[in-house]
């Protein structure tokens, strides 16, 4: 098994508890948003449309969430996608080696999917601090009243563990500890508690429930043997008290059918395929096995074992924008390799798997590619649960494409007289019986292999030019498009408003600043830049958490002083200072945050 080169990746630096809530009251108050999200994105649920599921035992509001991702590794990251209708939030994936080199720029979003990140970014100890801030800022804003004024009753959530990558590494010391304290996470959670700012104190007492998982998704990266997946399983339910979903890859396939998919039906015919991913990866039958065998482990132990559809494609890195030699596809082209890979297993599996038309089912699926709003109802019609979204929320539109494609889904119920997911599922098993398929997964799966079904996922459709205006972006008054905001997943980059009386020095109402505590270096706001340059590196990039600025003439710490915001930086600017009046944080100090 491959091993990566180790090294600190560039410093994320989150954000403390007091500053995230207190960012969020003073954006909702003056902004009618939080962390950039306006309410009018937020989800709520729609009168007479039930879209509530059951995720590993537990009643969930609805059947979508962001997939193990750069959506899930920050505080405001998991409270974004709650806010826009997330119901199982899949925390990135975590492993023991967790000082990881990762390439810059490491996100390709510009049509189809690609990347070259792959496990978390923090240490073991910050990704809890972060799951447990997470769990206690949802917490705190379901229970505040402003909030439930946008989201109405959001129904329950639930927080899915993914891990990897092999039995050593999950067996190993820290694996174990940061395990034990997801198991029972009041510890880190209280460690918290004194960070809710005096605005939000009445509710530092609200409840969080002790065990952040229930539940654990296994990624088979990276050539894992399937006796080691089987060993890893059956740890993470007896020594950890875990249900386990094991994440299959698309090489399941075999070459030969990914091939005629990804070149041949949907014409992506430059991306080149790496042979050594097939003959490392779980083959079909040893995967009907290992689901046999951990299945009745799970069925002896009182636990629950599913599958996951699908890990990402590798693939040869050659499109020139990632470094190294090869890339992991995501998105459109998934989509299909993924949901052919969803009829196989249930045709090689009768009615084992829990799906449309059979909900005693016993080994549930749930389902992660290319995800989105066209296609989202169709696919939790299959009895997928949970769903999960990646690729598309890196698009603009950003975290508001989720509530997107839960409207879009309620739309599609209620004219379809559906009143809930059991009659939506219904609906869709019984039309593929109609149409002589033996299922809707199978029905699905020979439409995408129609050229009508298969046309939207097609290169051709999905490979369209960006816009771009030709001109180099600027520290100030660039295009003000907006999606440099809304295609970052962290919430690095922000828009203040120009002050009055500086119409003559900024000619746009909107100047963009990157919050540079909380910037990867991803490079999806520069895919998406109409203008010539990288908004996270050209505009101001403001330090707020404390940390040192870097030399570059860009940077500035940002403090508070005497109820007044300050930035220092290499190069002075008095307009940046001029613009940190909008910057939506208290101005006043918070109360102290007692120490982890």
Avoid at 484 to 492: E, G, L, M, S, Y
Wanted: with cysteine; net charge negative; hydrophobic share 45%.
């Amino acid at each position: 098994m491959s091993r990566p080169p180790m090294r600190r990746p560039p410093a994320l630096t989150p954000w403390p508890l007091r500053d995230l809530l207190g960012r969020a009251v003073a954006e909702l108050d003056a902004r009618g948003a939080i962390f950039d999200l306006p309410v009018g994105k937020w989800h709520r649920p729609v009168d007479g449309v039930d879209l509530a599921d059951t995720v590993g035992g537990h009643a969930v509001g609805t059947p979508l969430g962001p997939a193990a991702g750069p959506h899930t590794q920050l505080a405001q990251n998991l409270v974004l996608s709650w806010l826009a209708g997330a119901r199982t939030l899949e925390l990135k994936t975590v492993q023991v080696l967790d000082e990881l080199e990762i390439p810059r720029p490491c996100i390709d979003m510009a049509a189809e999917g690609y990347n070259v990140e792959w496990s978390q970014e923090l240490r073991l100890d910050e990704s809890l601090r972060e799951y447990a801030k997470a769990a206690l800022m949802i917490a705190v804003l379901r229970a505040w009243e402003p909030v439930r004024a946008g989201t109405g009753e959001p129904g329950g959530h639930v927080f899915e563990l993914s891990c990897g990558y092999d039995l050593a590494g999950v067996r190993s010391a820290p694996m174990a500890a940061f395990l034990d304290s997801i198991g029972d996470a009041r510890a880190a959670v209280d460690a918290q508690r004194g960070g809710i700012p005096p605005a939000l104190a009445g509710l530092r007492d609200v409840e969080v429930p002790a065990r952040l998982c229930t539940g654990a998704t296994l990624s088979t990266f990276h050539g894992c043997p399937p006796d080691e997946i089987e060993a890893i399983v059956r740890h993470l339910m007896t020594r950890h008290g875990l249900d386990v979903t094991v994440k299959l890859n698309p090489t399941l396939l075999g070459r030969d059918a990914v091939a005629a998919i990804l070149h041949d039906r949907l014409g992506y015919h430059d991306t080149a395929l790496v042979p050594a991913a097939f003959a490392e990866d779980l083959a079909m039958d040893r995967a009907l096995e290992l689901v046999d065998g951990l299945a009745a482990f799970a069925r002896a132990q009182g636990r629950r074992f599913g599958v996951k559809l699908t890990n990402t494609l590798v693939v040869a890195n050659e499109r020139g924008r990632l470094p190294g030699a090869q890339a992991y596809l995501s998105g459109a082209p998934l989509h299909v390799l993924a949901a052919t890979l969803l009829a196989e297993l249930d045709a090689r599996l009768p009615g084992r798997l829990a799906l449309a038309g059979r909900p005693g089912g016993e080994v549930p699926v749930s389902f992660s590619a290319g995800v989105e709003r066209g296609n989202a109802a169709e696919v939790v019609a299959l009895g997928l649960s949970p769903v999960t979204v990646c690729s598309d929320l890196l698009k603009p539109g950003g975290y508001g494409r989720l509530s997107g494609m839960l409207r879009r889904l309620a739309d599609e119920m209620r004219a379809a007289g559906c009143a809930d997911l059991p009659a939506w599922r219904a609906r869709a098993d019984a039309a593929a019986q109609v149409a002589g398929h033996a299922s809707a997964a199978a029905a699905y799966a020979a439409h995408l292999s129609s050229p009508e079904g298969a046309a939207p996922y097609a290169a051709g459709a999905v490979r369209k030019p960006l816009k771009r205006t030709g001109r180099p972006l600027a520290l100030f008054d660039c295009t003000s498009c907006h999606l440099c905001v809304t295609v970052c997943p962290n919430d690095a980059m922000i828009r203040l408003a120009r002050p009055d009386g500086l119409e003559d020095r900024l000619t746009r109402r909107w100047q963009y600043l990157c919050l540079a505590d909380l910037c990867n270096d991803c490079g999806n706001c520069t895919t998406f830049c109409p203008d010539d340059g990288a908004p996270h590196r050209v505009k101001p990039r403001l330090h707020v958490a404390g940390r040192e600025a870097a030399a570059a003439d860009s940077d500035y710490r940002v403090a508070r002083a005497g109820g007044v915001w300050t930035a220092d930086g290499a190069r002075r600017n008095d307009l940046v200072a001029a613009l940190l009046r909008d910057l939506p944080l208290p101005a006043e100090d918070p109360e102290p945050e007692e120490a982890p």
